[in-house]
Nanobody, 124 residues
Framework: QVQLVESGGGLVQAGASLRLSCAAS????????MAWFRQGPGKEREFVAA????????HYADSVKGRFTISRDNAKNTVYLQMNSLKPEDTAVYYCAAEAFSTGGTSVKDYDLWGQGTQVTVSS
């Protein structure tokens, strides 16, 4: 059974940092592109960051460039999202997504596997 399990969310003040983790099981992790998306209150799910199966191709949304960093540890079947200088507008449920043999797309439709999400709340 394929599972993506996010963790690391929480309530922080503006300017703080958080690191999200997504642990994958039931798949050959090294063959999958991994991505983070988020969905704020009343908003559509939007792309945050993605990395291809080797971690060599990385994309970021303009809104998080320079503040967020995606990385992966294929030995641990885990992808991370380091979030620095958090802003209230970063408040959202953050989802991990995976797609086999992908270069790491930036659209929701590019991914077939999804986690359940972890809440990040940034207070002003």
């Amino acid at each position: 059974q394929v599972q993506l399990v996010e963790s690391g969310g929480g309530l922080v003040q503006a300017g703080a940092s958080l690191r999200l983790s997504c642990a994958a099981s039931g798949l050959t992790f090294s063959r999958y592109a991994m991505a983070w998306f988020r969905q704020g209150p009343g908003k559509e799910r939007e792309f945050v960051a993605a990395t291809n199966w080797r971690g060599a191709t990385i994309h970021y949304a303009d809104s998080v460039k320079g503040r967020f960093t995606i990385s992966r540890d294929n030995a641990k079947n885990t992808v991370y999202l380091q979030m620095n200088s958090l802003k209230p507008e970063d408040t959202a449920v953050y989802y991990c997504a995976a797609e086999a043999f992908s270069t790491g797309g930036t659209s929701v439709k590019d991914y077939d596997l999804w986690g359940q999400g972890t809440q990040v709340t940034v207070s002003s």
